[in-house]
């Protein structure tokens, strides 16, 4: 029976987890760090998935201290699998596992390396969003062997969260499929192109970068409210009288004819919708919230006059 060692964070690591055991693999360590709010499991989740396979529970770690690495070499385990670690491995930790660790990373490697690449594609225009199981190497981020890839086609109505469901489900059976050829051999890592021109390093974003600059294109506005959408904290702006407009939904306002405005300006109201102003074009807002009024009510604050602007 192989042993599997269960490094990070994120529901999809412990349902991932789950999978490689019902499948007859042995969990026998499991280390975790610090969650992020969006996560919908902690330390606790983590600790419950150890108890459930009697594993070893190593809590909130850092992988660089030697007695964590003595205690995961003490397990004994032959691979590892990995969700959302926050620091780079190094190879002293890599080494400790005769199969390499397997990491699941949000993006087409090599194109979308580093942090928040379903987001960072959804800007850019992407017709479809990767996911990849690969070999961790302490060389570079993200820069391992690749040995199972899959993609979520994506067009102008894709959000955020649509990815993220596709995630839920894919992630955990996309690693356990990555687990099972590299233990048999039918799955061979693909090493990834050096070609620079190949790659693309995304940065971390905050929430203040959904702040919506109404002099870019409703284009620009609208790839933007679908990346920030839930489970994150949502594209936003502010009411003249400074009432934070969170925008959920929106989409392009087609077939205006040429108009003069400026860019945030409420145009007109339809069907319940405003539809504002933008560098380029115009955008409806479709799902709005305005803290203490209903969604109704906060469209209809947003519309109550054609010389009221979002800023």
Same mark, same amino acid.
């Given at each position: 029976?192989?042993?599997? &060692?269960?490094?990070?964070?994120?529901?999809?690591?412990?349902?991932?987890?789950?999978?490689?055991?019902?499948?007859?693999?042995?969990?026998?360590?499991?280390?975790?760090?610090?969650?992020?709010?969006?996560?919908?499991?902690?330390?606790?989740?983590?600790?419950?998935?150890?108890?459930?396979?009697?594993?070893?529970?190593?809590?909130?770690? @850092?992988?660089?201290?030697?007695?964590?690495?003595?205690? #995961?070499?003490?397990?004994?385990?032959?691979?590892?699998?990995?969700?959302?670690?926050?620091?780079?491995?190094?190879?002293?930790?890599?080494?400790?596992?005769?199969?390499?660790?397997?990491?699941?990373?949000?993006?087409?490697?090599?194109?979308?390396?580093?942090?928040?690449?379903?987001?960072?594609?959804?800007?850019?225009?992407?017709?479809?969003?990767?996911?990849?199981?690969?070999?961790?190497? &302490?060389?570079?981020?993200?820069?391992?062997?690749? #040995?199972?890839?899959?993609?979520?086609?994506?067009?102008?109505?894709?959000?955020?969260?649509?990815?993220?469901?596709?995630?839920?489900?894919?992630?955990?059976?996309?690693?356990?499929? &990555?687990?099972?050829?590299?233990?048999?051999?039918?799955?061979?890592?693909?090493?990834?192109?050096?070609?620079?021109?190949?790659?693309?390093?995304?940065?971390?974003?905050?929430?203040?970068?959904?702040?919506?600059?109404?002099?870019?294109?409703?284009?620009?506005?609208?790839?933007?409210?679908?990346? @920030?959408?839930?489970?994150?904290?949502?594209?936003?702006?502010?009411?003249?009288?400074?009432?934070?407009?969170?925008?959920?939904?929106?989409?392009? @306002?087609?077939?205006?004819?040429?108009?003069?405005?400026?860019?945030?300006?409420?145009?007109?109201?339809?069907?319940?919708?405003?539809?504002?102003?933008?560098?380029?074009?115009?955008?409806?807002?479709?799902?709005?919230?305005?803290?203490?009024?209903?969604?109704?009510?906060?469209?209809?604050?947003?519309?109550? @006059?054609?010389?009221?602007?979002?800023?």
């Amino acid at each position: 029976m192989t042993k599997v &060692a269960i490094l990070g964070r994120t529901r999809w690591l412990i349902d991932a987890a789950d999978r490689l055991a019902n499948a007859g693999f042995q969990i026998v360590c499991v280390a975790t760090a610090k969650a992020e709010a969006y996560y919908n499991c902690g330390p606790d989740s983590f600790r419950e998935l150890a108890r459930r396979h009697g594993a070893d529970y190593l809590g909130i770690v @850092s992988l660089s201290r030697d007695d964590v690495r003595a205690r #995961i070499a003490a397990a004994d385990a032959e691979i590892a699998v990995s969700v959302n670690w926050p620091t780079r491995l190094n190879s002293r930790t890599i080494s400790l596992f005769p199969l390499g660790i397997v990491n699941a990373h949000c993006g087409d490697l090599p194109r979308y390396r580093g942090n928040a690449c379903p987001n960072w594609a959804i800007l850019n225009g992407e017709e479809r969003i990767g996911l990849c199981a690969h070999l961790m190497d &302490a060389e570079e981020i993200d820069s391992g062997p690749v #040995i199972a890839r899959d993609f979520l086609p994506a067009d102008g109505q894709t959000y955020i969260g649509d990815v993220y469901r596709w995630l839920d489900i894919r992630i955990p059976s996309l690693l356990e499929e &990555a687990v099972r050829g590299l233990v048999s051999g039918n799955l061979q890592p693909v090493p990834q192109s050096t070609d620079p021109k190949l790659s693309l390093r995304c940065y971390p974003r905050r929430p203040e970068d959904s702040r919506i600059d109404w002099r870019q294109s409703a284009e620009q506005i609208h790839r933007l409210v679908r990346a @920030s959408s839930r489970p994150f904290q949502g594209a936003f702006a502010f009411l003249e009288s400074g009432e934070r407009v969170t925008i959920w939904r929106a989409e392009p @306002s087609a077939d205006l004819g040429p108009f003069c405005a400026i860019p945030g300006q409420v145009m007109f109201v339809d069907r319940g919708e405003p539809v504002i102003a933008c560098g380029q074009g115009a955008l409806r807002l479709q799902d709005v919230e305005i803290a203490h009024l209903s969604p109704d009510d906060a469209k209809a604050a947003i519309g109550r @006059s054609l010389r009221a602007r979002l800023q």
